[in-house]
């Protein structure tokens, strides 16, 4: 039995770790050996999670496109060194979750380093060393980004971390998949490619079983048993009942009539998915306060108790707020965090102050711009044990009272959380500080140009757009300058912020860009429209859109907010029109 190396790709969020790891253990219980090169996603060489820790790094943001490459091919060489060869014996499977096809994709097809050279410096790392079987799990980034959302949240990881790739926005992982199309294009005996957002995750379980199957019956191996985890059709999967109903809609008479249907059928899809993806009902129905929302979340709170209390950022109604004391307990990182722009509300003025304990940073973030004596009570409580978060609390005040509190703090230990509490000051005392600690804190001093206008400011947002498109975006605001303009046609290959940036925005210049990108990221142009634009022109969009894209859950959501939106306005206007009458 030959010795068998099996790579599985894809960009972050696909499923392929998953995948591995499933496929891995129905292979070790059927008897044949399987070593995982990053079980889990982890490294087995402590030399290559260092070197990946440093390209991860976003304090290196001017690290080169050269210097990145090599530094990702160091860190597979390493593994193959260490790990890949040495194991690849007689009757052992090999797996591993990325190999240097992801250096092709990252370095080449989205950074645009040229492919001679690149395939050049592979050539030496592999020393002939290919996998037997690549299997490619694709997902569309939106799928992708959500599967992230959820994740983190359920490790608990902390809200802000973002590495250097993630400067770049989501168009950059758009590149690298395209790249993984054209690779397995290449060499398509050697490339399997698994639909893992419109398969279950039984069906590419299956597709990717039966493969290895094949492949180990040539190396020589028994013949394992099937697992029949999926039966499998070549047939192309009609649209879901939910798409089909949405399409319906988009073409039906009735403006008001098909609002409120629409409504109806995307809480009902919410509520058909809860039992087997509570974790997407969660997220889908966050910042919803009506009824329907509020059922929902009751629905899967328990097991999904993070994403529910997550969701409740903004939200101000009892059942809200009930939700939050019932919760606390379990989640109290996001319940605090929920109270975030909560203001004077009483209960949630009282519940900081019974987390303050529990969970001290987050309750210092709950306060932050805020200048209120609360907001000052809340500071004092935790300053001992959240001295970092008590001074990002401070973002955008500058007041004598905030300038005291940052002066006092370290500046060396503290300087990413000092960088993050001068968003919008435009002082020279702020500019003093963000030129002393730019070199190795450059991004924080980016993040801090955040609602600034000056010269100074534009400046450096055009110096670096190139390298972190995604902050400097949302550095501009809603920003009509001319040379917000100029970053926005920078920074469009790459991040839907720029959509994010036209938010309210109803100019021509706006409505190129929305029209532009809309094919690209669907969700985020109708989203820059704003809940609250109600005009004929808003609405034909959103219609117009969803009837391109009736399966996005997401895009739907948008309308029912906008349908939400408009109903509240009347409500109101109504309750005026009476009191006036009265």
């Excluded at 109806?264 to 039992?275: G, K, N």
């Excluded at 509570?278 to 993070?306: C, I, M, Q, Y």
């Excluded at 932050?368 to 978060?389: F, N, P």
Aim: net charge negative.
């Amino acid at each position: 039995m030959e010795p068998v190396f099996i790579d599985f790709e894809g960009i972050d969020g696909s499923g392929k770790t998953t995948l591995s790891n499933r496929i891995s253990q129905y292979l070790i219980d059927s008897g044949i050996p399987v070593h995982h090169a990053r079980d889990k996603g982890v490294f087995r060489s402590e030399i290559s999670k260092a070197i990946r820790n440093l390209t991860r790094d976003p304090r290196f943001l001017r690290m080169s496109d050269v210097t990145e490459f090599l530094l990702y091919v160091a860190r597979d060489t390493q593994m193959i060194d260490e790990y890949i060869r040495p194991k690849l014996l007689p009757g052992n499977l090999v797996f591993c979750d990325r190999y240097l096809y992801s250096a092709i994709t990252h370095s080449h097809h989205a950074r645009g380093l040229a492919r001679e050279g690149v395939d050049k410096v592979l050539e030496l790392a592999a020393r002939d060393l290919w996998p037997d079987l690549v299997i490619y799990c694709d997902v569309d980034p939106l799928t992708s980004r959500l599967r992230k959302k959820i994740q983190k949240v359920r490790d608990n990881k902390k809200a802000g971390d973002f590495g250097r790739k993630g400067l770049m926005g989501i168009g950059f992982r758009e590149d690298m998949r395209d790249g993984f199309f054209k690779l397995a294009e290449e060499d398509p005996d050697r490339w399997l490619v698994i639909d893992n957002a419109n398969s279950t995750i039984e069906e590419s379980l299956q597709r990717i079983i039966n493969r290895i199957r094949e492949v180990l019956v040539q190396k020589g191996y028994p013949e394992i048993p099937d697992p029949c985890w999926a039966e499998l059709s070549s047939e192309e999967k009609p649209l879901g009942e939910f798409a089909s109903a949405a399409l319906e809609l988009c073409d039906s008479e009735g403006e008001e009539e098909r609002r409120t249907a629409l409504t109806e059928l995307f809480y009902s899809e919410l509520d058909r998915v809860s039992e087997d993806a509570p974790g997407f009902t969660a997220l889908f129905s966050s910042g919803l306060d009506t009824p329907e929302a509020h059922a929902l979340r009751e629905k899967v709170k328990d097991r999904e108790p993070g994403v529910v209390a997550k969701g409740l950022g903004g939200l101000r109604s009892e059942e809200a707020m009930d939700l939050r004391e019932e919760l606390k307990g379990e989640v109290p990182v996001y319940v605090a965090g929920s109270l975030s722009g909560m203001g004077k509300n009483p209960r949630a003025c009282q519940l900081r102050l019974e987390l303050a304990d529990v969970v001290p940073g987050k309750i210092a973030l709950a306060v932050r711009g805020s200048d209120s004596e609360h907001a000052w009570e809340v500071r004092d409580k935790v300053r001992d044990t959240a001295a970092a978060e008590v001074l990002m609390s401070v973002r955008g005040m500058d007041t004598e009272r905030a300038w005291e509190l940052r002066k006092e703090m370290d500046k060396e230990k503290y300087a990413r959380e000092l960088l993050e509490s001068l968003g919008s000051i435009d002082t020279e005392e702020a500019w003093e500080l963000r030129d002393r600690l730019s070199d190795e804190y450059l991004p924080w001093v980016l993040l801090s140009l955040r609602g600034l206008k000056s010269d100074r400011a534009w400046e450096l947002r055009q110096e670096h757009v190139c390298r972190a498109p995604k902050i400097i975006i949302k550095t501009i605001g809603c920003s009509d300058d001319p040379r917000a303009w100029e970053i926005r046609e920078a920074s469009k290959p790459y991040a839907k912020e720029v959509l994010d940036s036209l938010s309210g925005l109803d100019s021509g210049a706006a409505w190129r860009l929305r029209l532009e990108l809309k094919d690209k990221w669907p969700n985020t142009a109708v989203s820059s429209i704003g809940a609250a634009a109600q005009s004929e022109r808003d609405w034909t969009f959103r219609w117009d859109m969803l009837r391109e894209h009736p399966g996005n859950l997401l895009l739907a959501k948008h309308l029912v907010k906008a349908h939400r939106k408009s109903l509240v306005r009347r409500a109101k206007e109504a309750a005026r029109k009476e009191s006036g009458a009265v």
